[in-house]
């Protein structure tokens, strides 16, 4: 009985992961419309990050691959991004941690399973665990004009923070 409780927690933990993902990738969408940009960016890392969420089981061997080449593109995109400033690095290491996390998944038999080489995942760990509790600062202490890009400063904040810890998520899952 215990196993199956732990089975259904984990299930339960994925799906919840994806649909975090899923509406903060649909948000990002939402403020890409006719812009693209960093937001455009944040919603492919959002949709991709529910996607590798699915719980398929074995059902899945096509999507790490496909993965990895959807965040290849957007580390790409980060890249030119850059040339707007170095604000945008952000982007580039999420890409990349993404790539990382669907080479891994593939070689090393999935989302825990060991999967991964410790010290680049320990990196991103503090790197992501840094940037969600600045994350959370920055959106207690949040207040001001609206963006020109239409969405209130905070739920901005908040969809990146989400992100933030779906990557945390994910990161702790290897």
Do not use: I, K, N
């Given at each position: 009985?215990?196993?199956?409780?732990?089975?259904?927690?984990?299930?339960?933990?994925?799906?919840?992961?994806?649909?975090?993902?899923?509406?903060?990738?649909?948000?990002?969408?939402?403020?890409?419309?006719?812009?693209?940009?960093?937001a455009?960016?944040?919603?492919?890392?959002?949709?991709?990050?529910?996607?590798?969420?699915?719980?398929l089981?074995?059902?899945?061997?096509?999507?790490?691959?496909?993965?990895?080449?959807?965040?290849?593109?957007?580390?790409l995109?980060?890249?030119?991004?850059?040339?707007?400033?170095?604000?945008?690095?952000?982007?580039?290491?999420?890409?990349?941690?993404?790539?990382?996390?669907?080479?891994?998944?593939?070689?090393?038999?999935?989302?825990?399973?060991?999967?991964?080489?410790?010290?680049l995942?320990?990196?991103?760990?503090?790197?992501?665990?840094?940037?969600?509790?600045?994350?959370?600062?920055?959106?207690?202490?949040?207040?001001?004009?609206?963006?020109?890009?239409?969405?209130?400063?905070?739920?901005?904040?908040?969809?990146?923070?989400a992100?933030?810890?779906?990557?945390?998520?994910?990161?702790?899952?290897?």
């Amino acid at each position: 009985m215990h196993g199956s409780a732990a089975s259904l927690s984990a299930a339960l933990s994925s799906w919840l992961l994806v649909l975090l993902c899923a509406v903060s990738g649909a948000y990002c969408l939402r403020r890409a419309h006719g812009r693209g940009g960093a937001a455009a960016g944040e919603a492919v890392m959002g949709f991709g990050m529910a996607l590798m969420a699915v719980p398929l089981g074995d059902g899945g061997a096509w999507r790490q691959p496909v993965l990895g080449v959807v965040f290849c593109a957007a580390a790409l995109h980060a890249v030119w991004l850059l040339r707007g400033g170095a604000h945008h690095a952000h982007h580039l290491v999420g890409s990349l941690a993404m790539v990382y996390m669907s080479a891994a998944t593939v070689s090393g038999g999935g989302h825990g399973h060991g999967a991964g080489l410790p010290l680049l995942t320990g990196s991103l760990l503090l790197y992501y665990a840094g940037y969600v509790v600045l994350g959370g600062t920055r959106l207690l202490t949040a207040g001001g004009p609206v963006p020109a890009h239409g969405g209130s400063t905070e739920l901005v904040r908040a969809c990146r923070l989400a992100m933030g810890m779906g990557m945390l998520a994910m990161l702790l899952s290897m």
